[in-house]
T-cell receptor, first 112, second 113 residues
């Protein structure tokens, strides 16, 4: 079956712009989480959605937001981009909240 | 208390050797400890996971050892192969709680032929 699909794979944006990243989870998976990966900070949790509700949020500014749709697809949005937002953004899905997560290949965001 | 400390940062082993990566945690609420393998340009892939009610879990050449009293767990890769060269992350979470994965900083493993 198809894995977790993230689009786009690569993105270049200018400081101050906003960006929306998309994640299609594995069919039947209702839990979607987002992580930011950078060389300096490693993998950091952004937020988790389950059945369209945000269940948990990481320690990121309010410029980072997300949502989940009724078909479990999820989007995350970053407004007023800063150079430090350059990172690999990873989406992970799970069938239910207490089972293992499968990650997508990520969206590489570069802010110039 | 939310940190997971992973060592070493990098590891070089010869083909056929044993690779050992260690992790330590503080939060006693953690009850699920997965290991992920990541190749360049790819997302992390679940390798093997353990819960604290067992002290060891083996899947093929990969073994997790878990020491609950010391709050430490480790990944052993037996008969390491060049194809195992990747970055390995340990993680921990409290299932049924916040569900977020807390990751170690990663270990870059290089297996020389």
């Amino acid at each position: 079956k198809a894995g977790v699909t993230q689009t786009p794979r690569y993105l270049i944006k200018t400081r101050g712009q906003q960006v929306t990243l998309s994640c299609s989870p594995i069919s039947g998976h209702r839990s979607v989480s987002w992580y930011q990966q950078t060389p300096g900070q490693g993998l950091q949790f952004l937020f988790e959605y389950f059945s369209e509700t945000q269940r948990n949020k990481g320690n990121f500014p309010g410029r980072f937001s997300g949502r989940q749709f009724s078909n479990s697809r999820s989007e995350m949005n970053v407004s007023t981009l800063e150079l430090g937002d350059s990172a690999l953004y990873l989406c992970a899905s799970s069938q239910r909240r207490s089972s293992g997560y499968t990650f997508g290949s990520g969206t590489r965001l570069t802010v110039v | 208390q939310q940190q997971v400390k992973q060592s070493p940062q990098s590891l070089i082993v010869q083909k056929g050797g044993i690779s050992i990566i260690n992790c330590a945690y503080e939060n006693t609420a953690f009850d699920y400890f997965p290991w992920y393998q990541q190749f360049p340009g790819k997302g992390p892939a679940l390798l093997i996971a353990i819960r604290p009610d067992v002290s060891e879990k083996k899947e093929g050449r990969f073994t997790i050892s878990f020491n609950k009293s010391a709050k430490q767990f480790s990944l052993h890769i037996m008969d390491s192969q060049p194809g195992d060269s990747a970055t390995y992350f340990c993680a921990a979470t409290a299932q049924g709680g916040s569900e977020k994965l807390v990751f170690g900083k990663g270990t870059k493993l290089t297996v020389n032929p």
